[in-house]
């Protein structure tokens, strides 16, 4: 070891820096730059998943790994490629892919990690939270808040596959988790074309006098892919006949809320579906928290940091901390995004920066 100058470190330098290891200590100004960057600096890497080659390797997967106890689920994650080591898309999300052949039944269990499905194509499946079979359609949002009992069944001969959303490495990381098995197959076998919670819950402005106390998540089972669809068309027709209805010019976009809050889904995890227009682009931003994107329908370009993406139906993307994202369409582009908002602005550290937005400010 040696000084800054060049000098050897005196015999008591040296011997105080091996008592630190040895006492397993770290003196912070060998390591400040990590401890406390100039700006966040993530280990997760900006990175594309072809929706066709997983949907391929699902399939495979489904033919050659029986879905059961033990195993519990045919889902496989998004391995951020600079998380090695881990299933983790962000240091906060997990998120995977899950099959589920003709027929079959994913057992019923529970655990205390949020968890969502988004579905981009196909039907069939019923997905049953606490005892009410809930469908899964194409473009609906389903929500299964933790600690509630859920499985899966499929009524038809033919596979589906799904994106599955979970607060996984957050959890991990804080040490929060339970898990806990349930029954062999599903408590409810029954295939309703609309669950119980959304009898109860899903009616634009009206809630049940019956359930009044706030929820930590929304008590409504599925978001269906009609009225988001047709809430984004609003906003864009509204914006055609001048009025003010969307995000940045022929940019539309939702947030799924918990009614009985008027917050996030689940107090870990935002939703949101966002609808750019053929030919419009969204300007550059950097935001403090990571997010998961998949392109629902349509065409178009992602720029993460320097490096443009194309995108097709499907695709799945990662944001990280502080990459600097943009999205291009060339088709209607639609697109579903999770991140971790809630956390992030729970704990005061959200942050967002436009360049573009910044050095008009400054001209």
């Given at each position: 070891m040696q000084q800054m100058d060049g000098r050897a470190d005196s015999p008591e330098l040296v011997e105080l820096y091996e008592d630190f290891e040895a006492n397993s200590l770290a003196p912070l100004w060998t390591q400040r730059d990590d401890l406390m960057p100039l700006a966040p600096a993530p280990q997760a890497m900006p990175h594309v998943w072809r929706w066709k080659t997983l949907y391929d390797i699902a399939e495979r997967s489904g033919r050659l790994v029986p879905v059961g106890r033990g195993g519990e689920r045919r889902a496989i994650g998004l391995t951020n490629p600079g998380l090695p080591g881990t299933a983790y898309a962000t240091p906060t999300l997990w998120a995977a892919i899950q099959y589920l052949g003709g027929h079959e039944t994913a057992p019923e269990h529970r655990h205390s990690q949020n968890a969502f499905r988004f579905v981009v194509e196909g039907e069939g499946v019923w997905t049953v939270v606490n005892g009410d079979p809930v469908a899964m359609r194409r473009g609906d949002l389903l929500l299964t808040p933790g600690w509630n009992f859920h499985g899966h069944h499929n009524d038809t001969p033919n596979?589906?596959?799904?994106?599955?959303?979970?607060?996984?490495?957050?959890?991990?990381?804080?040490?929060?988790?339970?898990?806990?098995?349930?029954?062999?197959?599903?408590?409810?076998?029954?295939?309703?074309?609309?669950?119980?919670?959304?009898?109860?819950?899903?009616?634009?402005?009206?809630?049940?006098?019956?359930?009044?106390?706030?929820?930590?998540?929304?008590?409504?089972?599925?978001?269906?892919?009609?009225?988001?669809?047709?809430?984004?068309?609003?906003?864009?027709?509204?914006?055609?006949?001048g009025h003010p209805a969307t995000?940045?010019?022929?940019?539309?976009?939702?947030?799924?809320t918990n009614p009985t809050t008027g917050g996030d889904v689940m107090s870990t995890i935002r939703c949101e579906f966002h609808r750019i227009r053929a030919g419009a682009r969204t300007p550059a931003r950097h935001e403090v928290g990571s997010s998961v994107w998949q392109v629902f329908e349509g065409s178009g370009r992602v720029?993460?940091?320097?490096?443009?993406?194309?995108?097709?139906?499907?695709?799945?993307?990662?944001?990280?901390?502080?990459?600097?994202?943009?999205?291009?369409?060339?088709?209607?582009?639609?697109?579903?995004?999770?991140?971790d908002a809630p956390i992030i602005e729970r704990l005061n550290f959200a942050r967002t920066y436009i360049p573009s937005i910044s050095k008009e400010q400054s001209a």
């Open positions: 596979p589906m596959a799904w994106i599955d959303g979970l607060d996984i490495p957050f959890s991990s990381a804080n040490d929060v988790g339970f898990f806990e098995f349930g029954a062999e197959r599903v408590t409810d076998e029954a295939s309703p074309d609309i669950s119980r919670s959304e009898r109860l819950w899903a009616y634009p402005g009206l809630r049940p006098l019956s359930s009044l106390d706030a929820l930590p998540s929304s008590p409504i089972a599925a978001y269906r892919w009609e009225y988001t669809d047709r809430a984004l068309r609003e906003q864009l027709a509204l914006e055609d006949e995000v940045e010019q022929g940019h539309a976009a939702i947030r799924y720029t993460l940091g320097e490096t443009v993406h194309e995108l097709d139906k499907g695709d799945l993307f990662v944001v990280p901390s502080w990459v600097p994202w943009s999205l291009e369409a060339e088709s209607e582009f639609d697109l579903f995004r999770f991140s």
